[in-house]
């Protein structure tokens, strides 16, 4: 059975740092595209950042968090992070991992097939 498992959310103040986490077992991790997305309340579920399977090495991000956040991968841990730096009180969310089966990287949600249960991360102003 496969799982995502995050961590890593919590409060912190406008301008701060997290680093998200996100296990993955269950399935070989390496190959597949992983995504960040995050759902504020009463919004939709939005991608903020993906990252190709082996042997590509891309990245997307969405335009509100580029030059903030950063993901990377560890495939020898099964792990995928989302470092975020300078928060502000607008990226509060719950924040999802995701992954594909595919190694390239999309931005639609229905086409991640795995989901981890989410992680609050609230910034305060």
């Known amino acids: 059975q496969v799982q995502l498992v995050e961590s890593g959310g919590g409060l912190v103040q406008a301008g701060g740092s997290l680093r998200l986490s996100c296990v993955v077992s269950?399935?070989?991790?390496?190959?597949?595209?992983m995504g960040w997305f995050r759902r504020a309340p009463g919004e939709d579920r939005d991608i903020v950042a993906a990252?190709?399977?082996?042997?590509?090495?891309?990245?997307y991000y969405a335009d509100s968090v580029k030059g903030r956040f950063t993901i990377s991968r560890d495939n020898a841990r099964n792990t995928v992070y989302l470092q975020m730096n300078s928060l502000k009180p607008e990226d509060t969310a719950v924040y999802y991992c995701?992954?594909?089966?595919?190694?390239?990287?999309?931005?639609?949600?229905?086409?991640?097939?795995?989901w981890g249960q989410g992680t609050q991360v609230t910034v305060s102003a």
């Open positions: 269950g399935r070989t991790f390496s190959s597949g595209a």
């Open positions: 990252i190709t399977g082996w042997p590509y090495s891309s990245t």
């Open positions: 995701a992954a594909r089966s595919s190694a390239a990287v999309t931005t639609v949600v229905n086409e991640y097939v795995y």
